[in-house]
């Protein structure tokens, strides 16, 4: 029997799912970076105006990020194969119009991928084997602490004597009796009444001045000469 040969991937890609962008504003995005390296297309995207930019830029660094920890491969050596953006699902809303209508609002969402390689077409080298996972280590067992829990649990906790229905009533009385508060006296008659105030003396009323300033004359009409 002939033993099966498994090719080796050529290929590390990464993809952003349900991007709220339209497919068709990603692919103008996307056409400006296939076929340039990593540099390069991290450079076009910094200065691309689209919003679209953004979310490509992001799955371009995931898809390094996948080659360099996964492969241990150099970023800045890869080349952008491919990058397209499909059709995800569409979300539907609606407007109100006039005369009692509704106009339809499609929400475009996409998804982006975009596939690194080697240049030349190289093959790119194998997983790089994981760490096997480190046990914590358990902690040491304190012999104190074992020997108190064990006579703690041996030992029977005393019983707490039964209480009696008369000494409860009397704690309750005891409780709620309080002293009552003297009532105040009242004051003598003769100690309270006030001493009548001494009546004020009323104004004389200003005699009026003498005015000193000369009597005001009216001018006199001028008449005229018949």
């Known amino acids: 029997m002939a033993a099966a040969v498994q090719e080796q991937a050529r290929t590390v890609q990464a993809t952003a799912k349900f991007v709220r962008c339209s497919p068709r504003k990603a692919r103008l995005v996307t056409d400006n970076i296939r076929g340039r390296s990593v540099p390069e297309a991290r450079t076009i995207l910094a200065f691309t105006e689209r919003a679209a930019a953004i979310e490509v830029e992001k799955v371009l660094s995931s898809a390094v990020a996948n080659a360099e920890a996964n492969h241990g491969m150099a970023g800045d050596e890869l080349v ?8 995800g699902p ?3 809303r609606w407007r109100a119009r006039a005369r009692g209508r509704v106009a339809r609002i499609k929400k475009r969402t996409c998804h982006i991928t975009i596939a690194l390689a080697l240049p030349e077409d190289e093959a790119i080298p194998a997983p790089l084997p994981q760490p096997a996972p480190v046990a914590a280590p358990a902690p040491e067992p304190q012999p104190e602490l074992e020997a108190e829990a064990a006579e703690e649990d041996e030992a029977p906790k005393p019983k707490r004597a039964p209480r009696t229905k008369a000494a409860e009533t009397a704690e309750t009385t005891e409780e709620k009796a309080k002293p009552k508060r003297a009532p105040r006296k009242k004051a003598e008659t003769g100690e309270a009444e006030e001493k009548p105030k001494p009546k004020r003396a ?5 005699e009026p001045k003498a005015s000193t300033d000369k009597p005001k004359t009216t001018p006199k009409k001028k008449t005229e000469e018949s």
Not at 80 to 87: G, N, R, S, V
Not at 202 to 206: E, L, N, Q
């Open 80 to 87: 952008i194969t491919a990058a397209y953006a499909d059709e």
């Open 90 to 92: 569409t979300l539907k």
């Open 202 to 206: 009323p104004r004389k009323k200003a």
